[in-house]
């Protein structure tokens, strides 16, 4: 922004050409200021997505919400926000699209002729719990339905909200139907505000991580994106704390900036660390092929490069130390019959 003001509570602090769009307007800084966020309610026909990506590992996932408040400029989900006309920038976190329909949209999912049961991804492109949660509450209504019908569900979240739905969650847990695995990329407080503004705060997303455990819930970590420059000196302090506060695993992603989130980033990172930007950008480059992004299968989540092994090896040391012995639990199938448990219906 002008004058070095930035706006409080956002990642993206401009927005940026559309793709897809042959003309594009861009309102003053100031204007900027004064938008609030706006909630549109869509009608998609299915809430269920069936993941075909080869380096990944669910088969299914679904999202509540297109567009995402939580303000992390490095998401990998801006870019979708291009289909629906909008910029992956500002508007990405300011116009949410809801999809309040999608409980029915399950339930019908569940009832398909020859469903074959296998767990569901809740989230996936952008973040189940995030703040329009706590009006909206389609995920607790999807959780109900899963309840319900006896299906498995694994959550990702950036957001301690998780934890308003124990009431769902326990039963869940009690027949293995249900994780959550939490995002927790810094323990840094000061990092953490400037690279996910809106999300719970780490000692929030630890004190979580204790909650759900005491409650029998699995929970797994993803210490994701690492940023060479920015967080990549934490990983074996991240693993640690999540190790003592009961996670059984974790996973990790090294930063890639695709297509529209690389001039959302870039944009950021000089505007809260500009004493180390093009440091840290061209950290990613050589863990890119000389890019900041990288879409081919596998290599997308490996990279390559000193950096990048260095990054491998260090989780490897704190999987040993921190996580040996330690498994996590597949979720069951086995109860799913495709009706619905009319007892459940208390939840209601």
């Keep these: 922004m002008q004058n070095g003001n930035f706006i409080k509570g956002q990642g993206a602090q401009r927005n940026v050409i559309n793709r897809f769009e042959r003309y594009t307007y861009e ?70 699209m809801v999809k309040k329909n999608a409980p029915e949209l ?14 569901i991804l809740l989230s996936g492109n952008t973040d189940c719990y995030q703040p329009a949660e ?36 326990k039963p869940m847990a009690e027949q293995n139907l249900v994780s959550v695995s939490l995002s927790i990329p810094t323990i840094n407080e000061d990092l953490r505000r400037k690279m996910e ?23 797994h970590v993803m210490v994701a994106p690492i940023i060479p420059g920015l967080n990549s000196d934490e990983p074996l302090t991240i693993l640690k704390a999540i190790s003592e506060a009961g996670a059984l695993s974790f996973g990790y992603t090294l930063v890639r900036l695709n297509d529209t989130v690389e001039p959302v980033f870039v944009n950021w990172i000089e505007m809260h660390f500009p004493d180390r930007a093009q440091k840290v950008l061209n950290l990613i480059r050589s863990m890119r092929g000389g890019k900041l992004g990288d879409k081919r299968y596998f290599e997308r989540q490996r990279g390559e490069g000193n950096i990048a092994e260095m990054i491998h090896n260090t989780f490897k040391i704190g999987r040993k130390k921190y996580f040996e012995g330690k498994e996590f639990p597949k979720l069951s199938t086995a109860n799913f019959t495709g009706t619905k448990d009319q007892q459940l219906r208390l939840f209601d």
Aim: glycine share 4%.
């Design 27 to 96: 309102p003053e800084d100031e204007d900027f200021e004064t938008v609030k966020t706006s909630f549109t309610e869509v009608f998609p026909k299915t809430i269920v997505n069936q993941v075909k990506s080869e380096d990944l590992p669910m088969e299914y996932s679904m999202n509540p919400y297109q567009g995402c408040e939580h303000g992390c400029s490095y998401c990998f989900a801006r870019p979708t926000h291009e289909y629906w006309g909008y910029s992956a920038g500002i508007d990405f976190e300011r116009k949410i």
């Design 197 to 219: 503004p809106r999300t719970s705060s780490a000692p929030n997303k630890l004190k979580a991580v204790e909650i759900l455990t005491e409650h029998k819930i699995p929970v």
């Design 106 to 119: 399950l339930e019908k999912f569940f009832q398909k002729r020859g469903y074959k049961p296998a767990s």
């Design 134 to 169: 706590r009006q909206f509450e389609i995920t607790r209504k999807l959780l109900q339905v899963c309840l319900e019908y006896r299906h498995p569900v694994n959550i990702l979240t950036k957001n301690a909200l998780v934890l308003r739905d124990l009431d769902i969650l």
